[in-house]
């Protein structure tokens, strides 16, 4: 079993759910994001997904945009997303899933990709403008390497294509809460609980739910149904503001909803 | 099979749906309401009708002699999209769409604009059919396109300024695609140009494609055989698809597609995607694209906000690829030079875009020889223009000398 699935079966089996935490290679600068997703590890988060930045990402929102945007200015380039792989997994015990828009992954070479991400000590890929129709290469390099492979499910999604997303997703599906980008909502959809029963009586095991949440309280309602809530701009903006001092103390907050700190 | 039964969503190794999963829907409802469509022959009524009695179709076609000696004496002869009501090809799209639009039930559009007329359309459109309408538009471009943005505004349309990014028509694409899966159950994306998922190039091109169509039979009726070469700018590349498709089977007519090279093609301020770009995926398909090593997109460069764009329809990568196609580039001096020549010889004043159609066809004519037939896609007029081009040959001030 991947090492983020059994980061899920364990939470689940404790009666609670994951802390999944988004933060962006390369912000506010190289040392600070991997310091940054080593305190949210060390403060409650149990998975870290690790943006690549990316110059048209169109599932992102205005904070995420701002922060990929200035990596992206500093300098960001592919290889270091593999350094900080590397530096947080030595760093801390947490699986590390990329999360990256597909035309970085077709040009460092879809096979390279998936080794390097290994020898770095990755866990996976989170593609968000990647559907398993189109995706054919990653399925046959995750297959070879043994990569956890996180495709996305919407409200929208038909029955047959969550059925699809279940069978090509390893590790979890990434269950969209509600239609749209990232970003903080005050109320997280009623969209969530129903689209993660539909992913139950489609076989999921694993079904984590992202966007729009940034409260404790957001994430105790979602781990009452899912298997994990993914964090982003809560933790991206907390970054930005307070630098990793902040990040580290939104992450404990949060981390309230996962109720074993209760 | 012919080429011209392309349908996507692959073209060759190009094309496809490359967004997310929650868009997938939209672009399935959308595929199935353009299937049916196109079998329907109230639909096919409606759009034309409106073609002939709102837009102005057929165009007409005008032989230009005055200017062609300045291209080898070749017979050149233009393709008149500038005369259609809103001022260039994009009506024939955005009337298709909107009329779709209207057939799938969702009373809100939005579209990204470079130049500003495809917006213009879009809005025109709306305002037509009595639909709301949101126009994303790069920040740099609402600058040097201020006329167009007053006329998307006078027509009831907001126009929001997209600051992200290059602040051009990629970043405008973003944020139109950020809009529309936010609010998919009652938008409709009016897609402008032959990129982008399935099913829009193909359904672009479907709604371009009577440019050619008619066209073909205009040289046919005028000269008794069919153009030696057919010439159009390429941005994203609807007008050039739309006037080539008819071609695509008569092998003895080349197909010329002039991209922007900006300052130049040596220099990195260009937008020459086929020229100096590789296959990636930008904006949902599988297409050339200028990139950087780690795919990073990297930002265009022409003085025409139309063809400022770093990506092109998959339907273009796959022709260029094939070779049935040529592409070439064309400076923005270049372009700017056959804009003032066709106003001075002819008379009529063409959109930058198309201007740089004029100014390959001036090279092309060179190359054919005086016994060739040059048929040329102009695309838009140059009302829009008169800024840039009055600032470029400097004519706008009192008392400025004749250029």
Known sequence: MSSVASVLRARRDAGSGALIGYLPVGFPNFDESVDAAVAIAENGVDIIELGLPYSDPVMDGPVIQKATQQALANGFKLRHGFEAVRQITARVDVPVLMMTYWNPVVQYGVERFADDLVAAGGAGLITPDLIPDEGSDWLA?????????????????????????????????????????????????????????????????????????????????????ADGAIVGSALVKALAEGGVERVAAVASELARGTSRAN | MALRDETGPYFGDFGGRFVPESLIAALDELSEAWELAKLDRGYAAELNELHKTYTGRPSLITEVPRFALHGGGARMILKR???????????NNVLGQALLTKRIGKTRVIAETGAGQHGVATATAAALFGLDCVIYMGEVDTERQALNVARMRLLGAEVVAVKTGSRTLKDAINDAMRDWVTNVDTTNYIFGTVAGPHPFPAM?????????????????????????????????????????????????????????????????????????????????????????????????????????????????????????????????????AALRLLSRTEGIIPAIESAHALAGALELGKELGPDATILINLSGRGDKDMETAGRYFDLIDAGAEQS
């Open chain 2, 204 to 336: 672009v091109r479907d709604l371009q494609k009577i440019i050619g169509e008619e066209a073909r039979q205009q040289v046919l009726n005028l000269t008794g055989k069919l153009p030696d070469a057919v010439a159009a700018c390429v941005g994203g590349g609807s007008n050039a698809m739309g006037i080539f498709h008819a071609f695509l089977d008569d092998a003895d007519v080349a197909l010329y597609g002039f991209e922007a090279a900006g300052e130049g093609v040596e220099t990195p301020r260009h937008a020459a995607t086929i020229t100096k770009g590789r296959a990636g995926v930008l904006h949902g398909a599988r297409s050339f694209l200028l990139q950087d090593e780690d795919g990073q997109t990297i930002e265009s460069h022409s003085i025409s906000a139309g063809l400022d764009y770093p990506g092109v329809g998959p339907e273009h990568s796959w022709l260029a690829s094939i070779g049935r196609a040529n592409y070439r580039p064309v400076t923005d001096a270049a372009a700017m």
């Open chain 1, 141 to 225: 390099a995750s297959e070879r390497t043994g990569l956890d492979r996180v495709f996305l499910a919407a409200p929208s999604s038909s029955d047959a294509r969550l059925r699809q997303a279940v069978e090509s997703s390893r590790g979890f599906v990434y269950t969209v809460s509600t239609m749209g980008i990232t970003g903080a909502r005050s109320d997280v959809d009623q969209a969530a609980k129903v689209l993660v029963s539909r992913l139950r009586d489609a076989g999921c095991e694993h079904a984590c739910v992202g966007l729009g949440i940034s409260t404790a309280e957001q994430v105790r309602e979602i781990l009452a149904y």
């Open chain 2, 81 to 91: 999209e500038d005369l259609n009501h809103t001022g260039s090809h994009k009506i």
